[in-house]
């Protein structure tokens, strides 16, 4: 008999997400009609959990109840609202030999800037278990303690560019996916790559692409043009500034940071944004590139 700290990958019986694939099953889904639920993505390092938390703080700030769940092993999704590294979902199962009717909201859930409600998912031992597992129990204790059943918005703050089953599986949850990218070769790679994965599942679950968020880049050209060809959309644009970079080494958001002409049109675009998403989020019918032709296609000069 298999432990219940065991990570068992088994093929999705019920639902197919294409040829050869085996992904993690999944009981828990959230309930669409009461929360928009957002998967983030993008290259590692292209500042997916800087975007999630000033969007997270944004939506808070037009008055929703914000839960933010972040995915990435390195549990870091959420420091700017906490101002800590809080404990993950994974960490409190252990401590409780995985007995989860043990476990308290307040043991894996913190409350951070402005009442987003932050939980860090964590992820098993490196090389030991699927990511996909730890996803699925997240939801599950967020529904067992009620705190999906009134709340406004999720968003997933997911891991870099992996697109395989385990870290591919908040796309089972969300109703739109946004991908974040700078205005480069490597990111509108792994962009691309990202892309025909959400359209993979798409052909099984509700998930959609929500549209393309430029950040750390002065100009969105070749974002732009890539979005043509493909079919996609940009929803918005961060610039490169140092006020960002500052406000990740003050653990802060950018909404908590004293106020300047240049950081109050950061704070407009990102209200802009969740206002865009939560009342008129648009879904685009993406045809991604083959990794051989985008390569070409990338020819900057």
Same mark, same amino acid.
């Given at each position: 008999? $298999?432990?219940? $700290?065991?990570?068992?990958?088994?093929?999705?019986?019920?639902?197919?997400?294409?040829?050869?694939?085996?992904?993690?099953? *999944?009981?828990?889904?959230?309930?669409?009609?009461?929360?928009?639920?957002?998967?983030?993505?993008?290259?590692?390092?292209?500042?997916?959990?800087?975007?999630?938390?000033? *969007?997270?703080?944004?939506?808070?700030?037009?008055?929703? !109840?914000?839960?933010?769940? @972040?995915?990435?092993?390195?549990?870091?999704?959420?420091?700017?609202?906490?101002?800590?590294?809080?404990?993950?979902?994974?960490?409190?199962?252990?401590?409780?030999?995985?007995?989860? =009717?043990?476990?308290?909201?307040?043991?894996?859930?913190?409350?951070?800037?402005? @009442?987003?409600?932050?939980? =860090?998912?964590?992820?098993?031992?490196?090389?030991?278990?699927?990511?996909?597992?730890?996803?699925?129990?997240?939801?599950?204790?967020? /529904?067992?303690?009620? *705190?999906?059943? &009134?709340? &406004?918005?999720?968003?997933?703050?997911?891991?870099?560019?992996?697109?395989?089953?385990?870290?591919?599986?908040?796309?089972?949850?969300?109703? !739109?996916?946004?991908?974040?990218?700078?205005?480069?070769? &490597?990111?509108?790679?792994? +962009?691309?790559?990202?892309?025909?994965?959400? =359209?993979?599942?798409?052909? $099984?679950?509700?998930?959609?692409?929500?549209?393309?968020?430029?950040? !750390?880049?002065? =100009?969105?050209?070749?974002?732009? !043009?890539?979005?043509?060809?493909?079919?996609?959309?940009?929803?918005?644009?961060?610039?490169?500034?140092?006020?960002?970079?500052?406000?990740?080494? /003050?653990?802060?958001?950018?909404?908590?940071?004293?106020?300047?002409?240049?950081?109050?049109?950061?704070?407009?675009?990102?209200?802009?944004?969740?206002?865009?998403?939560?009342? @008129?989020?648009?879904?685009?019918?993406?045809?991604? +590139?083959?990794?051989?032709?985008?390569?070409?296609?990338?020819?900057?000069?």
């Amino acid at each position: 008999m $298999n432990s219940p $700290n065991q990570f068992i990958p088994v093929k999705d019986v019920g639902r197919g997400d294409g040829e050869g694939s085996v992904q993690v099953h *999944l009981d828990e889904q959230i309930d669409a009609a009461k929360a928009k639920v957002f998967a983030v993505y993008g290259k590692g390092g292209i500042g997916k959990s800087t975007t999630s938390s000033n *969007l997270s703080v944004a939506f808070s700030k037009l008055g929703k !109840r914000v839960i933010q769940i @972040g995915c990435d092993p390195k549990h870091d999704s959420t420091f700017t609202l906490t101002k800590s590294l809080i404990p993950t979902v994974i960490d409190v199962l252990e401590s409780v030999e995985f007995h989860a =009717e043990e476990l308290q909201t307040e043991d894996y859930v913190q409350i951070g800037y402005n @009442g987003v409600m932050c939980v =860090e998912a964590g992820g098993p031992p490196a090389g030991t278990g699927c990511g996909g597992y730890v996803v699925g129990q997240t939801v599950k204790l967020l /529904k067992q303690h009620h *705190l999906l059943d &009134d709340a &406004d918005v999720v968003i997933f703050d997911v891991l870099g560019d992996v697109v395989c089953g385990g870290f591919a599986s908040p796309l089972q949850h969300a109703e !739109r996916a946004l991908v974040v990218t700078a205005n480069d070769f &490597d990111s509108i790679f792994a +962009m691309n790559r990202i892309a025909a994965a959400i =359209e993979a599942k798409s052909k $099984n679950y509700g998930v959609r692409l929500g549209g393309v968020i430029a950040n !750390r880049s002065a =100009e969105t050209d070749e974002i732009d !043009r890539f979005n043509a060809e493909v079919g996609l959309g940009r929803v918005a644009h961060f610039k490169d500034l140092d006020v960002i970079r500052r406000s990740r080494l /003050k653990k802060s958001t950018l909404f908590e940071l004293p106020e300047t002409p240049e950081l109050k049109a950061v704070q407009d675009e990102y209200l802009q944004l969740a206002e865009g998403l939560y009342y @008129g989020s648009k879904s685009y019918d993406v045809k991604p +590139m083959k990794d051989r032709d985008l390569f070409d296609f990338l020819g900057f000069d």
